[in-house]
């Protein structure tokens, strides 16, 4: 499929900037990317429709919102944070038996060195990106599988018995507070265009939502310039993410201009995944990104280990789907004769098995 290989480029564009819109306000860490106050969407119409189109106008021009969720409590991430960083700061060969690579590592533990970013297994994206972007802007060059562990939870019933007696608890009050605020601006964002409402949301019921945290050993003599995560896309819908303790995570807008992505504390960043730029027909492209070591994240870790705390770097993740026996196709405006041949019919289950193949995440390897 030829827009599985496209890096972020397009015409340069600016990002919009809305003053005087009721519940956008400046970012003061990350300029690129405005907040967006759902409090004023869950207030209802019409209040919200202005705040609806720059919302995705945002997602149209930079793969990614940063969004305030007054739901969403912050304890509930630092609790998460918490219980992550203990559970990766366990001995390798106690995290071993959590491994399932006979269900595509969807459910429980992925070991470091096993997913292959998506630009070494189509090196077309890479070229592309050396060919295209500014050197400022360029993505840095994996030279291997990642360097990080993840854990897949399956947002729903918890296991019986666990070492971690807190785990379901605090696993599904994170998971499920995300998964209602992506649901919160799909639905803002059909609304800005001018789609129904549950143009989105719809598709989502049932879909194999999960929360996916990662986790980087910092305490393995990290490297300025050491790639956690090298330069991909999300293969799913939305992608929302609390604030992590460590810095390091770089995402190209469309006009192809890599940013540092920094999160306000209370706020929460999405970013579009395949299965949107799909629905969209490219209007919204999957946003490419990577996890890189900066001076930053070794400040970081040095604060951490003089406070005695694990030097584990989490990110607290939740990957929202569409569900497995719905039709990706370009919806309502978007379905464009040219959008149509781009995406065509494909049933996400397939699309999703076929992406879990080109990162090294199931049985069978993808051929590009």
Same mark, same amino acid.
């Given at each position: 499929?030829?827009?599985?290989?496209?890096?972020? #480029?397009?015409?340069?564009?600016?990002? /919009?900037h809305p003053h005087g819109i009721r519940g956008?306000?400046?970012?003061?860490?990350?300029?690129?990317?405005?907040?967006?106050?759902?409090?004023?969407?869950?207030?209802? /119409?019409?209040?919200?429709?202005?705040?609806?189109?720059a919302l995705a106008a945002c997602l149209h021009?930079?793969?990614?919102?940063?969004?305030? +969720?007054?739901?969403?409590?912050?304890?509930?991430?630092?609790?998460?944070?918490?219980?992550m960083e203990a559970y990766f700061d366990q001995?390798?060969?106690?995290?071993?038996?959590?491994?399932?690579?006979?269900?595509?590592?969807?459910?429980?533990?992925?070991? +470091?060195?096993?997913?292959? /970013?998506?630009?070494?297994? +189509?090196?077309?994206?890479?070229?592309?990106?050396?060919?295209?972007?500014?050197?400022?802007?360029?993505?840095?060059?994996?030279?291997?599988?990642?360097?990080?562990?993840?854990?897949?939870?399956?947002?729903?019933?918890?296991?019986?018995?666990?070492?971690?007696?807190?785990?379901?608890?605090?696993?599904?009050?994170?998971?499920? %507070?995300?998964? !209602?605020?992506?649901?919160?601006?799909?639905?803002? !964002?059909?609304?800005?265009?001018?789609?129904?409402?549950?143009?989105?949301?719809?598709?989502?019921?049932?879909?194999? #939502?999960?929360?996916?945290?990662?986790?980087?050993?910092?305490?393995?003599?990290?490297?300025?310039?050491?790639?956690?995560? %090298?330069? #991909?896309?999300?293969?799913?819908?939305?992608?929302?993410?609390?604030?992590?303790?460590?810095?390091?995570?770089?995402?190209?807008?469309?006009?192809?201009?890599?940013?540092?992505?920094?999160?306000?504390?209370?706020?929460?960043?999405?970013?579009?995944?395949?299965?949107?730029?799909?629905?969209?027909?490219?209007?919204?492209?999957?946003?490419? #990104?990577?996890?890189?070591?900066?001076? %930053?994240?070794?400040?970081?870790?040095?604060?951490?280990?003089?406070?005695?705390?694990?030097?584990?770097?989490?990110?607290?993740?939740?990957?929202?789907?569409?569900?497995?026996?719905?039709?990706?196709?370009?919806?309502?405006?978007?379905?464009?004769?040219?959008?149509?041949? !781009?995406?065509?019919?494909?049933?996400?289950?397939?699309?999703?098995?076929?992406?879990? !193949?080109?990162?090294?995440?199931?049985?069978?390897?993808?051929? +590009?």
């Open positions: 499929m030829r827009h599985a290989q496209m890096a972020p #480029h397009s015409p340069p564009s600016s990002l /919009p956008v306000e400046a970012n003061p860490l990350c300029p690129d990317l405005p907040i967006f106050d759902l409090g004023v969407y869950l207030a209802g /119409p019409p209040a919200c429709q202005p705040l609806c189109e021009t930079a793969s990614a919102v940063v969004v305030r +969720d007054p739901r969403v409590d912050e304890g509930a991430s630092e609790a998460f944070l918490d219980l001995p390798r060969e106690a995290k071993l038996p959590d491994v399932r690579p006979d269900l595509a590592y969807q459910v429980g533990a992925t070991p +470091d060195g096993t997913e292959r /970013p998506r630009c070494l297994a +189509d090196s077309a994206i890479l070229r592309r990106a050396e060919a295209e972007l500014g050197e400022a802007d360029r993505p840095t060059p994996p030279q291997g599988p990642d360097s990080k562990w993840r854990f897949f939870w399956r947002l729903g019933e918890r296991p019986a018995q666990t070492r971690f007696q807190e785990w379901g608890r605090v696993m599904d009050r994170w998971g499920t %507070g995300l998964l !209602a605020t992506i649901a919160c601006v799909a639905e803002a !964002a059909a609304r800005g265009w001018r789609l129904p409402p549950d143009a989105f949301t719809a598709r989502m019921a049932l879909g194999p #939502h999960l929360l996916a945290p990662t986790g980087v050993d910092l305490g393995r003599a990290p490297r300025e310039g050491d790639v956690y995560a %090298g330069y #991909h896309y999300d293969l799913n819908f939305l992608t929302a993410h609390g604030a992590a303790r460590y810095p390091g995570l770089h995402a190209w807008l469309r006009c192809g201009r890599r940013v540092a992505v920094r999160i306000p504390r209370g706020c929460l960043l999405l970013q579009a995944g395949k299965q949107m730029e799909w629905l969209t027909g490219g209007h919204v492209r999957a946003g490419f #990104h990577e996890v890189v070591c900066t001076r %930053g994240t070794l400040e970081a870790a040095q604060r951490a280990q003089r406070e005695g705390r694990p030097l584990w770097r989490v990110s607290s993740t939740v990957f929202s789907q569409i569900g497995s026996d719905c039709l990706l196709r370009p919806l309502g405006p978007f379905a464009t004769e040219a959008a149509c041949a !781009a995406y065509p019919d494909t049933l996400c289950g397939e699309q999703v098995k076929a992406e879990l !193949a080109a990162i090294n995440l199931s049985g069978t390897s993808a051929q +590009d």
